[in-house]
């Protein structure tokens, strides 16, 4: 029994042990190291590094197309020791290094090869190389002793829609070794302007040949632009400072001598044609949306109820000016009240376009029981590559809205009239007699008449409170208009929040909702008919001062601006205490109708 226990343990044990050699040798990989781009006839290295305690035992040689082999393979095995907190760790790594020559300009290939790691044979993948002229041309020689510089801005195209994406990549030239010292964004003028955030600042340079001259390239800015209207418009300079090394002239035949000097390097401006988008064809639900878009739409809530939210999530994705597109319109049936849509949106800037995602989640409440329809909603944008319009379409939405719990401001009006429940008295009596009844003297007497009578004047009172308030909200402008200042103050509560927070773009945002939304409320019109020329007008006609109106559109004018322009901490309260003072002196005015 023993001696069948300590055989099952030696088996557990070679099982563990050979298990440790199969990971072992899953886990070594073969890294090959080599440059994408070399000039013809001057030598580079070509390395493969293997990393794990396995030994190399073969590696057999690639296959070299275009290239000469000058020297190797050369062998080189390092340990790296490391100790933390008392934790010691090692690594062993070997490399197996070639060098090589290119022969041709052109595109060199380096073939996959074998190598045996372990007693275990692992393929090798290769590489292919782009091979630049050895020799510059005239202006190269014209220019080596201080080197020739370029700095260019190269647009993805130069004709385009109103509102399409034009990548744009900003790159420097280099024909010696240069240290980068300053940058310049442009200014764009009819353009908005997406950017990838910067990241740890290494960038990294590739060898190119530009018009005969080989270079050493880097691409320091990346952008992509939106035109705002349609015409010519111009893409402007960007600025690029670089430190270089000069040789300076010296008496010494032996010993050169250099010196750093600072230049300012322009990029040429850029002229774009921008086209007009087509009025044939163009939907009445367009909202300006450039590019190629999916829709989604779900209703979250699948047992509504009266007097209980309910929730459509609609999601927005793919390239294009998503962040400027205004959120489809959607059609609740007249018994919902509708709130203020959600919206959320995250990017990421590609090198040829942006890619977005835009979620809104709409908000009602039912206020009646039965079967209803939310029609389907449409999304219409259009499209740059196939130049038409085109209209995405979600299903309707069937609800089955059930009673919910009673709400107290709406059942007491449904009900109508009140019912009120009289028990009769009837008088006891006894064969000794009539006895009296508790409470008789105060029934018969005058204090219960008088209180009865004010219960009827109260249920009277009740009763046409709530009807005028049933009414305003069958007339939803009026109702609107009745909140316009409360629901204003709300807005600008939530963007105080977010200045305080320091979120700077949802601080305009809520902003800018808070004085639209109290001018379409307060006016009775809808905020897609609103301009700043629409608002003067109307509030010129009800009596309003000018000078308010022109504080008014100048906030307008300044929350807007800001919205694209970086701004101070202190301009932006200033921003909201001019909102509020302004929203707060024309609720004090009394408006002609």
Not at 235 to 250: K, L
């Amino acid at each position: 029994m023993v001696a069948q226990l300590a055989l099952r343990h030696r088996a557990l044990w070679y099982c563990l042990l050979s298990l440790t050699c199969v990971l072992s040798l899953h886990s070594q990989s073969v890294q090959i190291e080599v440059p994408a781009t070399v000039i013809q006839g001057k030598p580079f290295q070509l390395s493969y590094s293997i990393q794990g305690e396995a030994e190399l035992t073969r590696f057999d040689n690639p296959r070299l197309q275009g290239l000469a082999l000058l020297y190797g393979p050369a062998q080189e095995h390092s340990s790296r020791f490391q100790s933390i907190n008392g934790r010691t760790t090692s690594s062993v790594s070997t490399s197996v290094t070639y060098t090589l020559l290119a022969e041709n300009v052109g595109t060199a290939t380096i073939g996959a090869t074998t190598a045996v790691i372990g007693g275990r044979q692992v393929q090798v993948r290769g590489a292919s190389i782009r091979v630049l002229p050895s020799k510059g041309g005239s202006a190269e020689a014209s220019t080596s002793s201080t080197g020739r510089y370029l700095y260019r801005a190269i647009p993805g195209t130069t004709t385009v829609y109103e509102q399409q994406a034009i990548p744009i990549h900003y790159k420097l030239y280099s024909s010696t070794e240069f240290e980068l010292s300053s940058i310049k964004a442009p200014e764009y003028d009819g353009f908005i302007s997406e950017s990838e955030p910067p990241g740890d600042g290494r960038k990294q340079l590739v060898l190119e040949n530009y018009q005969g001259t080989n270079y050493r390239t880097v691409v320091l800015r990346e952008d992509v632009l939106f035109p705002q209207r349609s015409g010519t418009l111009t893409i402007p300079s960007s600025e690029v400072g670089i430190r270089i090394p000069v040789a300076i002239d010296t008496d010494d035949p032996f010993f050169g001598s250099t010196t750093i000097v600072d230049r300012l390097l322009r990029s040429t401006p850029i002229t774009v044609q921008v086209r007009p988008l087509p009025t044939e064809g163009r939907p009445s639900d367009f909202s300006g949306a450039v590019g190629a878009f999916r829709m989604k739409a779900e209703l979250l809530t699948k047992a509504p109820k009266t007097n209980e939210s309910v929730t459509l999530r609609l999601t927005l994705e793919g390239t294009g000016n998503l962040k400027l597109a205004k959120a489809p319109l959607i059609k609740f049936p007249e018994s919902f009240e509708i709130y203020d849509p959600k919206e959320t949106y995250e990017q990421k800037v590609l090198p040829s376009n942006v890619e977005g995602k835009k979620v809104i989640e709409y908000f009602a409440i039912p206020r009646r029981i039965g079967k209803v329809t939310i029609p389907s909603v449409s999304f219409s944008f259009f499209n740059p590559q196939t130049h038409r319009y085109e209209t995405l379409h979600s299903p309707n939405f069937t609800l089955d809205v059930a009673q919910g719990k009673a709400s107290s401001d709406l059942t007491s009006g449904e009900g109508g009239e009140g019912i009120v429940h009289q028990q009769g008295l009837r008088p006891q009596h006894s064969e000794e007699g009539q006895t009296a009844i508790p409470l008789l003297g105060f029934v018969s007497g005058l204090g219960y008449g008088l209180i009865y009578f004010l219960l009827i004047i109260l249920s009277f009172v009740i009763y046409t409170y709530l009807d005028r308030s049933r009414r305003l909200r069958a007339d939803s402008l009026t109702y609107n208009a009745t909140r316009a200042s409360s629901v204003a103050t709300k807005r600008l509560r939530l963007s105080a929040q977010y200045l305080r927070e320091g979120k700077r773009e949802a601080f305009y945002e809520e902003v800018m909702r808070a004085l639209w939304g109290y001018l379409g409320d307060k006016l009775r019109l809808p905020v897609s008919e609103l301009s700043r020329a629409s608002v003067s007008e109307i509030l010129t006609q009800r009596g309003l001062e000018g000078n308010l109106i022109h504080e008014l559109t100048s906030v307008i004018d300044e929350a807007e601006f800001a919205r694209f322009a970086p701004v101070r901490e202190g301009d932006m309260q200033q921003l909201y205490d001019r909102a509020a003072q302004i929203i707060g002196q024309i609720d004090s005015h009394k408006l002609r109708k």
